[in-house]
């Protein structure tokens, strides 16, 4: 099993930033795709914002223009800053990754598609 670990989640006034960081056990080239997951109780995990191998990157609605996503390949590192955050944006955060080949950054935040390697989340909180 692939070990991704989050870390830079906490709580945060409406209108700040936060930056998560995810640091994986191995390179991120073996991956097709590398995401972030939100999850908030009662509702399934939604794909936030995903990038492909190539450096493709899709958002989802919610958060285009205020989320980007990016990868570090020399510290096997993805990252997600967040700009402008809002009480919605509050959930557990799950760093995703996958190497099916099977799915691709827009198609994972159109329809939140699975991945098949996860972290174990990170908490935001985002207070108005």
């Known amino acids: 099993q692939d070990r991704l670990v989050e870390s830079g989640g906490g709580s945060v006034q409406a209108g700040g930033s936060l930056r998560l960081s995810c640091e994986a056990s191995?390179?991120?080239?073996?991956?097709?795709?590398m995401g972030w997951f939100r999850q908030v109780p009662g509702k399934e995990r939604e794909a936030v914002a995903a990038?492909?191998?190539?450096?493709?990157?899709s958002y989802a609605s919610s958060v285009q223009g205020r989320f980007t996503i990016s990868k570090d390949r020399a510290k096997n590192t993805l990252s997600l800053h967040m700009d402008n955050l809002q009480p919605d944006d509050t959930g557990v955060y799950f760093c995703?990754?996958?190497?099916?080949?099977?799915?691709?950054?827009?198609?994972?935040?159109?329809?939140?598609?699975?991945?098949?390697?996860y972290g174990q989340g990170t908490q935001v909180t985002v207070s108005s």
């Open positions: 191995r390179s991120l080239d073996s991956f097709f795709t």
């Open positions: 990038i492909d191998d190539d450096g493709t990157t």
């Open positions: 995703a990754a996958d190497d099916s080949g099977t799915v691709t950054a827009a198609i994972a935040t159109m329809a939140s598609i699975p991945f098949n390697n």
